[in-house]
């Protein structure tokens, strides 16, 4: 049935179709609708960049970098083929903005093989040359560092992709607290002295287990705050710590507590353990000889020292204790 309305509406459309497809040929048409493809997209883009600066010009805006990246930081001496390894590991991991290499050999520069591996890589890997060779030189507050976690990796420890993805996600939930893979504990004895031990986890949940006072940094995800922070500890922290070339990992517990402590009002302990499913140490595959610190027959004694004398320093022993355990089964292995 004829609809005298129906004609009107069609009216100024079929005006508007005529003068697009129906002048020249059903190329002219084609034309038309890709130019206004390109105006829309021009004007997206457009949008796009202004916003890019509206957040990076404006410092009270948090990046999505910021908050969904991390760096990582190695430090190195002398062990360029177990290093290498670790890198090629590190790469695959997703949400990896940049490496930062600490390059601990003062008397020699980074190898061109390890600079000629990874230039093809889209993930950046700078090499931080140090004038001294010194434990702590890992712990600056690197200008190179524009996210908010870090993922400090020994250069002998090798964890699964699956295990830092997962361990990322656990320290967005826990960003004032170490997280990582290496729990210990100190125990006061009787004699009110401190002793350094390693810990025997089990499921807290089926009779109890063990508990720990600390994580170690060597393989671990912490705030980038917490670098500046430690480089404005006392100086008879840093003294210690050069004195022993050991130690740096307790100190930033302690560090890590003391913040949490003074200026959170928070009283949890400075970190959090996720039980691993793929870590190795290639400690013993090193061609180049060097061996760790704890393969020294006093290195458990030092470390006690440590405890002792950084409790003395702050004058308190901040460290608390701990038995969570996070996994990404619903059971915990023992």
Known sequence: MYNPSEQKTRQP????????????????????????????????????HFLKGEVTQNPGVITLTKQEEFTIIIQTFKRDDILLEVLKRCLDVPHLQKILVVWNNVDKQPSQILRDSFGHHRTPILFLEQKVNRIQNRLQPFPEIHTHAVLMLDDDILLSVSDISFAFTIWKQFPDQIVGFVPRKHVETAHGAYTYQ????????????????????GASFFHARYLKLYQDQPEAMHSLVDTTQNCDDIAMNFVVSMYMRTVLNDTRPSGVYIMPLDMVNLEMQARSG???????SNHFKQRSYCLNRLAQIYGVMPLQFSDSIKTRFTWLRK
């Open 13 to 48: 459309l079929d005006k508007f179709r005529f003068r697009i497809c129906q002048v020249g040929s059903n190329k002219a048409c084609l034309f038309f609708c890709l130019l206004l493809v390109l105006l829309l997209f021009v004007f997206a883009l457009k949008d796009l």
């Open 198 to 217: 390693r810990t025997k986890l089990s499921d807290p949940h089926n009779g109890g287990g063990d508990k720990y006072s600390m994580v170690l940094i």
């Open 290 to 296: 060097f061996k760790g610190m704890w393969l020294r």
